[in-house]
Protein backbone atom coordinates (compact mmCIF):
# COMPACT_ATOMS: atom_id res chain seq x y z
CA UNK A 1 0.00 0.00 0.00
CA UNK A 2 1.48 3.23 -0.63
CA UNK A 3 1.27 5.92 1.77
CA UNK A 4 0.86 9.12 0.50
CA UNK A 5 1.66 12.70 1.76
CA UNK A 6 -0.92 14.51 2.85
CA UNK A 7 -0.57 17.15 -0.12
CA UNK A 8 -1.51 14.13 -1.86
CA UNK A 9 -4.45 13.10 -0.26
CA UNK A 10 -5.97 16.32 -0.84
CA UNK A 11 -4.80 16.23 -4.67
CA UNK A 12 -6.69 12.75 -5.01
CA UNK A 13 -10.17 14.26 -3.18
CA UNK A 14 -10.60 17.15 -5.93
CA UNK A 15 -9.46 14.07 -8.43
CA UNK A 16 -11.98 12.34 -7.36
CA UNK A 17 -14.68 15.24 -6.92
CA UNK A 18 -13.73 16.79 -10.42
CA UNK A 19 -13.83 12.77 -12.18
CA UNK A 20 -16.69 10.70 -9.89
CA UNK A 21 -17.94 13.20 -10.32
CA UNK A 22 -19.25 13.73 -6.74
CA UNK A 23 -19.61 16.74 -4.67
CA UNK A 24 -17.27 17.59 -1.99
CA UNK A 25 -19.80 17.70 0.77
CA UNK A 26 -21.28 14.38 -0.46
CA UNK A 27 -17.11 12.42 -0.47
CA UNK A 28 -17.68 14.39 3.23
CA UNK A 29 -20.89 11.92 4.04
CA UNK A 30 -18.71 9.16 2.47
CA UNK A 31 -15.74 9.39 4.33
CA UNK A 32 -17.89 9.99 8.06
CA UNK A 33 -20.25 7.22 6.55
CA UNK A 34 -17.28 4.56 6.45
CA UNK A 35 -16.00 6.06 10.34
CA UNK A 36 -19.87 5.53 11.08
CA UNK A 37 -19.51 1.62 10.13
CA UNK A 38 -16.74 0.95 11.67
CA UNK A 39 -17.51 2.65 14.95
CA UNK A 40 -20.61 0.36 14.94
CA UNK A 41 -18.52 -2.71 14.49
CA UNK A 42 -16.10 -2.23 16.34
CA UNK A 43 -17.14 -0.20 19.76
CA UNK A 44 -19.78 -0.41 22.13
CA UNK A 45 -22.29 2.51 21.53
CA UNK A 46 -24.31 1.98 24.56
CA UNK A 47 -22.06 5.46 26.32
CA UNK A 48 -22.30 9.00 25.71
CA UNK A 49 -20.20 10.35 23.02
CA UNK A 50 -18.57 13.28 22.95
CA UNK A 51 -17.74 15.03 19.77
CA UNK A 52 -14.87 17.99 19.85
CA UNK A 53 -14.99 19.47 15.91
CA UNK A 54 -12.44 21.76 14.72
CA UNK A 55 -14.01 24.42 11.71
CA UNK A 56 -12.42 22.75 8.90
CA UNK A 57 -13.09 20.07 6.65
CA UNK A 58 -11.99 17.96 9.62
CA UNK A 59 -14.53 19.25 11.71
CA UNK A 60 -17.13 18.64 8.74
CA UNK A 61 -16.30 15.14 9.37
CA UNK A 62 -17.25 15.53 13.09
CA UNK A 63 -20.31 16.81 12.61
CA UNK A 64 -21.50 14.82 9.47
CA UNK A 65 -20.50 11.41 11.99
CA UNK A 66 -22.27 13.06 15.01
CA UNK A 67 -25.95 13.20 12.60
CA UNK A 68 -25.06 9.44 12.21
CA UNK A 69 -24.50 8.70 15.43
CA UNK A 70 -27.77 10.70 16.88
CA UNK A 71 -29.68 8.86 13.92
CA UNK A 72 -28.59 5.69 15.37
CA UNK A 73 -30.17 7.24 18.88
CA UNK A 74 -26.79 6.87 20.59
CA UNK A 75 -25.99 9.96 23.72
CA UNK A 76 -24.12 12.44 22.18
CA UNK A 77 -22.83 16.30 22.15
CA UNK A 78 -20.73 18.30 20.01
CA UNK A 79 -18.20 21.00 21.10
CA UNK A 80 -17.45 23.51 18.79
CA UNK A 81 -13.73 24.76 18.84
CA UNK A 82 -13.61 27.69 16.96
CA UNK A 83 -16.16 30.27 15.60
CA UNK A 84 -18.66 28.57 12.79
CA UNK A 85 -18.98 31.47 11.12
CA UNK A 86 -14.98 31.33 10.19
CA UNK A 87 -15.49 27.40 8.88
CA UNK A 88 -14.51 25.98 5.32
CA UNK A 89 -18.18 25.97 3.41
CA UNK A 90 -18.14 22.07 3.60
CA UNK A 91 -17.77 22.82 7.97
CA UNK A 92 -21.00 24.77 7.48
CA UNK A 93 -23.18 22.61 5.26
CA UNK A 94 -22.71 20.01 8.20
CA UNK A 95 -23.14 22.63 10.90
CA UNK A 96 -26.60 23.96 9.40
CA UNK A 97 -27.12 20.03 9.41
CA UNK A 98 -26.73 19.25 12.49
CA UNK A 99 -28.70 22.25 13.97
CA UNK A 100 -31.48 20.51 12.78
CA UNK A 101 -31.15 17.38 14.61
CA UNK A 102 -32.20 19.76 17.75
CA UNK A 103 -29.15 18.61 19.54
CA UNK A 104 -27.80 21.72 21.22
CA UNK A 105 -24.09 22.35 19.79
CA UNK A 106 -21.68 23.82 22.69
CA UNK A 107 -19.15 26.66 21.40
CA UNK A 108 -16.05 26.62 23.18
CA UNK A 109 -15.66 30.30 23.38
CA UNK A 110 -15.51 30.00 27.16
CA UNK A 111 -13.33 27.03 28.20
CA UNK A 112 -15.80 26.47 31.52
CA UNK A 113 -17.77 25.15 29.36
CA UNK A 114 -15.71 21.65 28.88
CA UNK A 115 -17.19 19.13 30.59
CA UNK A 116 -15.92 16.48 32.77
CA UNK A 117 -15.45 13.02 31.51
CA UNK A 118 -15.16 9.77 32.83
CA UNK A 119 -13.94 6.56 31.43
CA UNK A 120 -17.03 5.56 30.45
CA UNK A 121 -17.20 8.14 28.04
CA UNK A 122 -16.32 8.29 24.24
CA UNK A 123 -14.32 11.19 22.32
CA UNK A 124 -14.39 12.13 19.19
CA UNK A 125 -11.55 14.24 18.11
CA UNK A 126 -12.23 15.94 14.81
CA UNK A 127 -10.33 19.26 15.62
CA UNK A 128 -7.64 19.30 13.30
CA UNK A 129 -7.29 17.18 9.95
CA UNK A 130 -3.96 16.61 7.90
CA UNK A 131 -3.99 20.48 7.22
CA UNK A 132 -2.49 21.54 10.05
CA UNK A 133 0.98 23.20 9.73
CA UNK A 134 2.00 24.75 13.01
CA UNK A 135 2.00 24.17 16.60
CA UNK A 136 -1.32 24.07 18.47
CA UNK A 137 -1.27 27.14 20.81
CA UNK A 138 -4.23 28.73 23.08
CA UNK A 139 -7.52 27.92 23.93
CA UNK A 140 -7.30 24.76 21.00
CA UNK A 141 -4.38 23.30 22.82
CA UNK A 142 -6.47 23.78 26.24
CA UNK A 143 -8.93 21.13 24.58
CA UNK A 144 -6.67 18.46 23.64
CA UNK A 145 -5.07 18.84 26.90
CA UNK A 146 -8.25 18.38 28.30
CA UNK A 147 -9.05 15.75 26.10
CA UNK A 148 -5.80 13.74 27.25
CA UNK A 149 -5.91 14.11 30.99
CA UNK A 150 -10.01 12.69 30.59
CA UNK A 151 -10.00 8.97 30.89
CA UNK A 152 -12.31 8.51 28.13
CA UNK A 153 -11.30 6.73 25.10
CA UNK A 154 -10.32 8.82 22.20
CA UNK A 155 -11.29 8.03 18.52
CA UNK A 156 -9.38 10.39 15.90
CA UNK A 157 -10.82 10.73 12.43
CA UNK A 158 -8.16 10.69 9.96
CA UNK A 159 -5.06 11.83 12.34
CA UNK A 160 -4.89 13.16 16.08
CA UNK A 161 -5.66 16.71 16.69
CA UNK A 162 -2.10 18.23 16.54
CA UNK A 163 -0.32 15.61 14.73
CA UNK A 164 1.54 16.96 11.65
CA UNK A 165 0.88 14.28 8.64
CA UNK A 166 4.86 13.52 8.03
CA UNK A 167 7.18 15.45 9.93
CA UNK A 168 6.56 16.02 13.69
CA UNK A 169 10.24 17.55 14.22
CA UNK A 170 9.41 20.82 15.04
CA UNK A 171 6.33 19.88 16.65
CA UNK A 172 5.46 19.65 20.63
CA UNK A 173 4.41 15.97 20.66
CA UNK A 174 3.35 16.95 24.25
CA UNK A 175 0.33 19.14 22.05
CA UNK A 176 -1.02 16.05 20.32
CA UNK A 177 -4.52 14.29 21.24
CA UNK A 178 -3.14 11.01 22.64
CA UNK A 179 -6.17 8.69 20.70
CA UNK A 180 -6.91 5.30 21.15
CA UNK A 181 -8.00 4.37 17.44
CA UNK A 182 -7.44 6.70 14.65
CA UNK A 183 -9.71 6.27 11.96
CA UNK A 184 -7.71 7.21 9.07
CA UNK A 185 -8.53 7.39 5.19
CA UNK A 186 -7.46 6.04 2.41
CA UNK A 187 -3.91 5.68 3.51
CA UNK A 188 -1.49 5.51 6.53
CA UNK A 189 0.42 8.83 7.14
CA UNK A 190 3.95 8.72 7.52
CA UNK A 191 3.82 10.18 11.05
CA UNK A 192 1.71 7.22 12.55
CA UNK A 193 5.09 4.58 11.59
CA UNK A 194 7.49 7.24 12.97
CA UNK A 195 8.58 7.16 16.63
CA UNK A 196 8.54 10.59 17.40
CA UNK A 197 4.95 10.84 17.50
CA UNK A 198 3.50 7.65 16.31
CA UNK A 199 2.23 7.30 19.79
CA UNK A 200 -0.12 9.51 19.99
CA UNK A 201 -2.06 7.43 17.16
CA UNK A 202 -3.02 4.13 18.95
CA UNK A 203 -4.26 1.57 16.74
CA UNK A 204 -4.90 2.90 13.32
CA UNK A 205 -7.12 1.74 10.83
CA UNK A 206 -7.36 2.83 7.08
CA UNK A 207 -10.54 3.01 5.73
CA UNK A 208 -10.89 3.13 1.84
CA UNK A 209 -13.48 6.51 1.24
CA UNK A 210 -13.13 5.42 -2.75
CA UNK A 211 -10.77 8.34 -3.60
CA UNK A 212 -9.75 7.64 -7.40
CA UNK A 213 -8.12 4.56 -7.78
CA UNK A 214 -6.22 5.90 -10.69
CA UNK A 215 -5.33 8.83 -9.41
CA UNK A 216 -3.90 6.85 -6.50
CA UNK A 217 -1.82 4.57 -8.35
CA UNK A 218 -0.29 6.99 -10.73
CA UNK A 219 0.99 8.82 -7.65
CA UNK A 220 5.08 8.41 -7.38
CA UNK A 221 5.19 7.49 -3.67
CA UNK A 222 8.45 7.00 -1.82
CA UNK A 223 6.78 5.06 1.12
CA UNK A 224 5.17 2.09 1.18
CA UNK A 225 3.40 -0.15 3.80
CA UNK A 226 3.57 -4.10 3.27
CA UNK A 227 0.48 -6.04 4.16
CA UNK A 228 -0.02 -9.74 3.90
CA UNK A 229 -1.39 -9.62 0.33
CA UNK A 230 2.11 -8.09 -0.62
CA UNK A 231 3.70 -11.09 1.20
CA UNK A 232 1.50 -13.74 0.08
CA UNK A 233 2.20 -12.34 -3.97
CA UNK A 234 5.76 -12.82 -3.05
CA UNK A 235 6.12 -16.42 -1.87
CA UNK A 236 7.29 -19.44 -4.28
CA UNK A 237 5.61 -22.70 -4.64
CA UNK A 238 8.23 -25.27 -3.77
CA UNK A 239 8.02 -27.64 -6.56
CA UNK A 240 7.43 -31.40 -6.85
CA UNK A 241 10.93 -32.65 -8.57
CA UNK A 242 12.67 -29.63 -6.07
CA UNK A 243 15.45 -30.56 -3.64
CA UNK A 244 17.85 -29.46 -1.21
CA UNK A 245 20.07 -28.18 -4.09
CA UNK A 246 17.05 -25.96 -4.93
CA UNK A 247 17.33 -24.14 -2.40
CA UNK A 248 20.57 -22.92 -1.71
CA UNK A 249 23.16 -23.00 1.10
CA UNK A 250 23.21 -20.58 3.51
CA UNK A 251 26.71 -19.53 5.46
CA UNK A 252 25.86 -18.24 9.30
CA UNK A 253 28.97 -16.58 10.82
CA UNK A 254 28.33 -16.15 14.20
CA UNK A 255 29.32 -16.85 17.62
CA UNK A 256 31.94 -15.98 19.91
CA UNK A 257 32.34 -17.46 23.71
CA UNK A 258 29.66 -16.64 25.53
CA UNK A 259 27.54 -15.73 22.76
CA UNK A 260 26.73 -18.81 21.29
CA UNK A 261 23.03 -18.33 21.90
CA UNK A 262 22.88 -15.91 19.26
CA UNK A 263 24.79 -18.92 16.52
CA UNK A 264 22.18 -21.51 17.60
CA UNK A 265 18.89 -19.03 17.11
CA UNK A 266 20.85 -17.49 13.46
CA UNK A 267 21.20 -20.82 12.09
CA UNK A 268 18.56 -22.57 13.71
CA UNK A 269 16.05 -19.97 12.00
CA UNK A 270 17.76 -20.35 8.97
CA UNK A 271 17.10 -24.03 8.82
CA UNK A 272 13.09 -23.48 9.89
CA UNK A 273 13.21 -20.89 7.05
CA UNK A 274 13.53 -23.26 4.03
CA UNK A 275 17.14 -22.99 3.36
CA UNK A 276 18.16 -26.34 1.54
CA UNK A 277 21.74 -26.49 3.33
CA UNK A 278 23.06 -24.51 6.18
CA UNK A 279 26.61 -24.09 7.74
CA UNK A 280 27.47 -22.59 10.62
CA UNK A 281 30.88 -20.96 11.25
CA UNK A 282 31.42 -20.69 14.60
CA UNK A 283 34.51 -20.81 16.97
CA UNK A 284 36.05 -23.86 18.32
CA UNK A 285 34.29 -23.49 21.47
CA UNK A 286 30.87 -23.62 19.64
CA UNK A 287 31.96 -26.87 17.73
CA UNK A 288 29.97 -29.38 19.63
CA UNK A 289 27.06 -26.87 20.81
CA UNK A 290 25.88 -26.29 17.06
CA UNK A 291 26.22 -29.94 16.10
CA UNK A 292 23.69 -31.05 19.37
CA UNK A 293 21.64 -28.08 19.41
CA UNK A 294 21.50 -28.12 15.36
CA UNK A 295 21.77 -30.78 14.24
CA UNK A 296 20.02 -30.28 11.01
CA UNK A 297 23.12 -27.28 10.09
CA UNK A 298 26.69 -28.11 9.50
CA UNK A 299 29.40 -27.03 11.17
CA UNK A 300 33.36 -25.29 10.12
CA UNK A 301 34.94 -24.11 12.78
CA UNK A 302 37.86 -20.92 13.30
CA UNK A 303 41.34 -21.31 13.80
CA UNK A 304 40.64 -19.43 17.13
CA UNK A 305 38.99 -21.30 20.19
CA UNK A 306 36.83 -18.66 21.36
CA UNK A 307 35.87 -16.55 18.65
CA UNK A 308 36.00 -16.30 14.47
CA UNK A 309 38.98 -15.83 12.95
CA UNK A 310 40.43 -17.18 9.37
CA UNK A 311 38.83 -17.52 6.15
CA UNK A 312 36.49 -20.00 4.33
CA UNK A 313 36.30 -20.04 0.23
CA UNK A 314 33.25 -17.80 0.51
CA UNK A 315 31.72 -18.34 -2.99
CA UNK A 316 30.70 -21.76 -2.23
CA UNK A 317 27.67 -20.23 -0.89
CA UNK A 318 24.25 -19.07 -2.23
CA UNK A 319 24.61 -16.52 0.81
CA UNK A 320 26.47 -15.43 3.86
CA UNK A 321 25.26 -13.71 7.05
CA UNK A 322 27.85 -12.46 9.68
CA UNK A 323 27.33 -10.69 12.62
CA UNK A 324 25.40 -12.08 15.32
CA UNK A 325 27.43 -12.92 18.92
CA UNK A 326 30.58 -12.25 16.92
CA UNK A 327 32.66 -9.97 19.48
CA UNK A 328 34.73 -7.32 18.67
CA UNK A 329 37.98 -8.89 18.13
CA UNK A 330 40.42 -7.15 15.80
CA UNK A 331 41.26 -11.05 13.90
CA UNK A 332 37.78 -11.28 13.46
CA UNK A 333 37.32 -7.69 11.99
CA UNK A 334 39.95 -9.31 9.51
CA UNK A 335 37.71 -12.01 8.89
CA UNK A 336 34.81 -9.52 8.20
CA UNK A 337 37.13 -7.67 5.92
CA UNK A 338 38.36 -10.44 3.99
CA UNK A 339 34.60 -11.71 3.26
CA UNK A 340 33.64 -7.97 2.04
CA UNK A 341 36.71 -8.39 -0.22
CA UNK A 342 36.64 -11.72 -1.80
CA UNK A 343 32.65 -12.57 -1.72
CA UNK A 344 31.26 -11.95 -5.15
CA UNK A 345 27.43 -11.52 -3.92
CA UNK A 346 25.56 -9.28 -1.24
CA UNK A 347 26.03 -9.74 2.21
CA UNK A 348 23.88 -9.65 5.14
CA UNK A 349 25.38 -8.17 8.08
CA UNK A 350 23.95 -7.40 11.65
CA UNK A 351 24.68 -7.21 14.86
CA UNK A 352 28.86 -6.89 16.04
CA UNK A 353 28.91 -6.52 11.91
CA UNK A 354 27.90 -3.49 11.96
CA UNK A 355 29.61 -2.78 15.49
CA UNK A 356 32.66 -3.71 13.81
CA UNK A 357 31.89 -1.97 10.45
CA UNK A 358 31.43 1.31 13.15
CA UNK A 359 34.58 1.31 14.66
CA UNK A 360 35.96 2.23 11.05
CA UNK A 361 33.92 4.24 8.88
CA UNK A 362 36.45 3.05 5.73
CA UNK A 363 34.56 -0.08 5.60
CA UNK A 364 31.39 1.07 4.62
CA UNK A 365 32.98 1.22 1.21
CA UNK A 366 33.56 -2.39 0.78
CA UNK A 367 30.35 -3.36 1.67
CA UNK A 368 28.86 -5.31 -1.78
CA UNK A 369 26.57 -3.63 -3.30
CA UNK A 370 22.75 -4.62 -2.63
CA UNK A 371 23.82 -6.12 0.58
CA UNK A 372 21.07 -5.95 3.41
CA UNK A 373 22.50 -4.37 7.01
CA UNK A 374 20.00 -4.67 10.09
CA UNK A 375 20.81 -2.49 12.48
CA UNK A 376 18.42 -1.83 15.50
CA UNK A 377 18.07 2.41 16.20
CA UNK A 378 21.12 2.87 18.63
CA UNK A 379 23.70 0.28 16.08
CA UNK A 380 22.22 2.71 12.82
CA UNK A 381 23.78 5.67 15.12
CA UNK A 382 26.72 4.06 15.67
CA UNK A 383 27.33 2.89 11.77
CA UNK A 384 26.02 6.39 10.28
CA UNK A 385 26.45 9.10 13.16
CA UNK A 386 23.54 10.17 15.60
CA UNK A 387 20.30 11.71 14.34
CA UNK A 388 18.35 14.01 17.01
CA UNK A 389 14.41 12.48 15.60
CA UNK A 390 13.03 9.72 14.10
CA UNK A 391 12.48 11.69 11.41
CA UNK A 392 15.63 12.51 10.72
CA UNK A 393 17.02 8.96 11.29
CA UNK A 394 14.56 7.88 8.12
CA UNK A 395 15.67 10.79 5.84
CA UNK A 396 19.67 9.13 7.13
CA UNK A 397 18.46 5.73 6.27
CA UNK A 398 17.26 6.80 2.98
CA UNK A 399 20.45 8.89 1.86
CA UNK A 400 23.17 5.88 3.47
CA UNK A 401 20.43 2.91 1.21
CA UNK A 402 21.47 5.06 -1.94
CA UNK A 403 24.97 6.34 -0.98
CA UNK A 404 26.17 2.59 -0.66
CA UNK A 405 23.45 0.92 -2.75
CA UNK A 406 22.20 -1.12 -0.18
CA UNK A 407 19.60 -1.93 1.33
CA UNK A 408 19.25 -0.89 5.50
CA UNK A 409 16.37 -2.79 7.59
CA UNK A 410 15.91 -0.46 10.26
CA UNK A 411 14.20 -2.33 13.26
CA UNK A 412 11.47 -0.86 15.34
CA UNK A 413 7.44 -0.77 16.10
CA UNK A 414 7.18 -0.91 12.26
CA UNK A 415 10.85 -2.31 11.02
CA UNK A 416 11.80 0.09 8.07
CA UNK A 417 13.24 -1.28 4.78
CA UNK A 418 15.32 1.25 2.76
CA UNK A 419 15.80 0.37 -0.71
CA UNK A 420 19.12 1.47 -3.22
CA UNK A 421 16.61 3.45 -4.73
CA UNK A 422 15.44 5.76 -2.20
CA UNK A 423 12.04 4.10 -1.48
CA UNK A 424 11.22 3.07 1.68
CA UNK A 425 8.69 -0.14 3.00
CA UNK A 426 7.29 0.18 6.53
CA UNK A 427 6.14 -3.09 8.09
CA UNK A 428 2.64 -3.75 8.99
CA UNK A 429 3.01 -7.19 11.44
CA UNK A 430 4.30 -7.41 15.10
CA UNK A 431 4.22 -5.87 18.36
CA UNK A 432 6.47 -5.76 21.87
CA UNK A 433 6.63 -9.37 22.12
CA UNK A 434 9.39 -9.39 19.73
CA UNK A 435 11.01 -7.04 22.28
CA UNK A 436 13.44 -9.82 23.29
CA UNK A 437 17.40 -10.92 23.45
CA UNK A 438 17.86 -12.90 20.11
CA UNK A 439 14.84 -11.34 18.03
CA UNK A 440 17.43 -9.95 15.58
CA UNK A 441 19.35 -13.17 15.12
CA UNK A 442 16.64 -14.66 14.35
CA UNK A 443 15.68 -12.87 11.26
CA UNK A 444 19.09 -12.51 10.30
CA UNK A 445 19.16 -16.38 10.16
CA UNK A 446 15.23 -16.15 8.09
CA UNK A 447 16.77 -12.86 6.13
CA UNK A 448 19.84 -14.94 4.69
CA UNK A 449 17.91 -18.25 4.40
CA UNK A 450 15.69 -16.24 2.10
CA UNK A 451 18.46 -15.48 -0.04
CA UNK A 452 19.90 -18.39 -0.35
CA UNK A 453 16.32 -19.95 -1.88
CA UNK A 454 16.25 -17.66 -4.69
CA UNK A 455 14.46 -14.65 -3.52
CA UNK A 456 16.14 -11.23 -4.39
CA UNK A 457 17.36 -8.90 -1.81
CA UNK A 458 14.39 -6.50 -1.37
CA UNK A 459 11.53 -10.03 -1.29
CA UNK A 460 14.31 -11.35 1.33
CA UNK A 461 14.24 -8.29 3.07
CA UNK A 462 10.45 -8.16 3.33
CA UNK A 463 9.42 -11.31 3.95
CA UNK A 464 12.21 -11.78 6.61
CA UNK A 465 10.51 -9.21 8.49
CA UNK A 466 7.16 -9.54 7.99
CA UNK A 467 6.97 -13.27 9.01
CA UNK A 468 9.30 -12.69 12.01
CA UNK A 469 6.79 -10.14 13.03
CA UNK A 470 3.51 -12.09 12.33
CA UNK A 471 4.77 -14.75 14.70
CA UNK A 472 4.56 -12.31 17.11
CA UNK A 473 0.95 -11.68 16.44
CA UNK A 474 0.49 -15.53 16.47
CA UNK A 475 1.77 -15.81 19.78
CA UNK A 476 -0.48 -12.95 20.77
CA UNK A 477 -3.11 -13.96 19.92
CA UNK A 478 -2.93 -16.87 22.16
CA UNK A 479 -1.43 -15.45 25.02
CA UNK A 480 -2.58 -11.51 24.62
CA UNK A 481 1.35 -9.92 24.06
CA UNK A 482 3.08 -11.83 26.88
CA UNK A 483 6.46 -12.25 26.29
CA UNK A 484 7.57 -14.25 23.91
CA UNK A 485 11.52 -15.63 23.95
CA UNK A 486 13.44 -16.02 20.35
CA UNK A 487 13.09 -19.59 20.47
CA UNK A 488 9.39 -18.95 20.36
CA UNK A 489 9.79 -17.27 17.19
CA UNK A 490 11.51 -19.63 15.71
CA UNK A 491 8.74 -22.00 16.64
CA UNK A 492 6.17 -19.90 15.01
CA UNK A 493 7.85 -19.47 11.70
CA UNK A 494 5.62 -22.79 10.06
CA UNK A 495 2.72 -21.00 11.57
CA UNK A 496 3.41 -17.99 9.70
CA UNK A 497 3.97 -19.40 6.36
CA UNK A 498 0.72 -21.00 6.83
CA UNK A 499 -1.04 -18.00 7.88
CA UNK A 500 -0.54 -16.00 4.37
CA UNK A 501 -0.33 -18.94 1.87
Not at 172 to 184: E, G, K, M, Y
Request: aromatic letters at 8%; charged letters at 20%.
Amino acid sequence: MKILKASEIRQADQFTILHEPIASIDLMERASGVCFDWLKSNLNLDKTIYVYCGIGNNGGDGLALARMLSNASCDIFVYCVGNPENGSEDFKINFERWKQTNHNTTLLSSLDKLPIHTKNHLIIDAIFGTGLTRKVEGDTLKVIKHINESGAEVISIDLPSGMYAEDNTSNDTDNIVQANHTLTFQSPKLAFLISDAGEKVGSFHVLDIGLDRLFIDSCESQFFYTQEEDISSMLHPRERFSHKGTFGHTLMITGSKGKMGAAILASKSAVKMGSGLVTAFVPECGYSIIQEVVPEAMCRTSRDMDFISGELDWNLYSSIAIGPGIGMNELTKNTLIHLLKNYTKSIVLDADALNLLSSDSDLLKLIPENSILTPHPKEFDRLFGPSSTAYNRLMKQIEMAQKLHIFVVLKGAFTSVATPEGSVYFNSSGNPSLSTGGSGDVLTGMISSLLSQGYSNLESALIGVYLHGLTADLWSSQFNEAPMTAGNIIDNIPAAYKAIN
